[in-house]
């Protein structure tokens, strides 16, 4: 049984290290562009402060090389990617940053390592470590619910990577079946929980992963978004003109009244700016638009109307 326990442990080690790694590529790109971007620094920070809090309840624990292992690993590929976070961000995000390290990595993990070595005594230590560890890993496991939610929203897993959610729900069987062996409560209940969520993960990924929203929803939304750009064009000359309050009413709505069809010359403009609203946050987010083309492309709005 010991040695089965190992050889599990050490298939977790592995595919957790691989976990830790998927970021790689997310940041080589932030060292060669020098710049975060739109990511955010919150995920890297709170995995550091998890995978500290491991490698100390495996310190703790007799039987927790494994756990100090891959954990300890862990720690340094988040702290290296904490801190090419810190470098790269912008002063304003950086400084945020900061002080989220400070709180979290140092003053709440000293005071949680300071507690247990000063105030606690005996099993008392490693329970105390272990609720917290295993209250941090569930919030991890629990973080992808939104992007669950959004896939069932749009019906698109666009916004879920499948290699993500399947290496975590590896991870999760994984450790489960190694708390089962080792019999560490602490461990097998978060990445049970893991392990469950992952299997909803992959089902929905199967669901929904050659479904594409309806040409009748996409019509839909650019229809509306054609009446708020026209709608908006015309407040927009009625305010630039508003001295001249005959004309103003002249060119007033009714209510009840279909909006005028724009002309041929404002079509295409109009076209550029519903292409953008179409577009997701993930495409935004990875440079598909760039914001000179945005404005340009509203200024000739504002100018054919």
């Not at 990617?81 to 940053?97: E, G, N, Q, S």
Request: glycine share 8%; proline share 3%; aromatic share 10%.
């Amino acid at each position: 049984m010991a040695s089965l326990s190992f050889i599990v442990g050490i298939i977790g080690n592995i595919i957790s290290i691989l976990v830790f790694a998927s970021p790689i590529k997310t940041f080589w790109t932030v060292v060669k562009k020098k710049s975060t971007e739109n990511y955010k620094g919150v995920p890297y920070i709170t995995t550091l402060l998890s995978t500290s809090l491991w490698t100390f309840y495996g310190i703790l624990n007799p039987d927790g090389l494994l756990v100090v292992t891959v954990n300890g690993t862990g720690t340094v590929f988040q702290f290296v990617y904490v801190t090419l976070f810190l470098i790269y961000a912008p002063k304003d995000k950086m400084i945020k940053t900061a002080k989220l390290v400070a709180l979290l990595n140092v003053v709440f993990l000293g005071a949680v390592i300071a507690v247990t070595l000063l105030a606690l005594h005996g099993n008392i230590r490693l329970t105390f470590v272990g609720i917290l560890c295993a209250a941090l890993t569930i919030g991890m496991y629990a973080a992808p619910l939104s992007a669950m939610r959004t896939v069932i929203k749009t019906k698109s897993v666009e916004y879920m990577p499948f290699l993500l959610s399947f290496f975590l729900f590896l991870n999760g069987g994984v450790w489960s079946v190694y708390a089962l062996l080792v019999k560490d409560f602490y461990i097998g209940v978060p990445n049970a929980t893991g392990f469950v969520l992952g299997s909803a993960q992959l089902i929905l990924y199967a669901m929904y992963k050659n479904k594409t929203v309806s040409p009748k929803s996409t019509e839909a939304i650019e229809e509306e978004g054609s009446t708020h750009l026209v709608k908006g064009g015309i407040e927009m000359g009625a305010y630039n003109n508003e001295d001249d309050e005959g004309d103003v009413k002249n060119r007033s709505l009714d209510k009840g009244k279909s909006l005028p069809k724009p002309a041929i010359n404002r079509q295409n403009s109009l076209q550029k700016i519903l292409r953008t609203l179409s577009l997701n946050a993930y495409d935004l987010q990875s440079g598909w638009v760039n914001q000179t083309d945005i404005e340009n492309g509203v200024r000739k709005v504002d100018n054919d109307l």
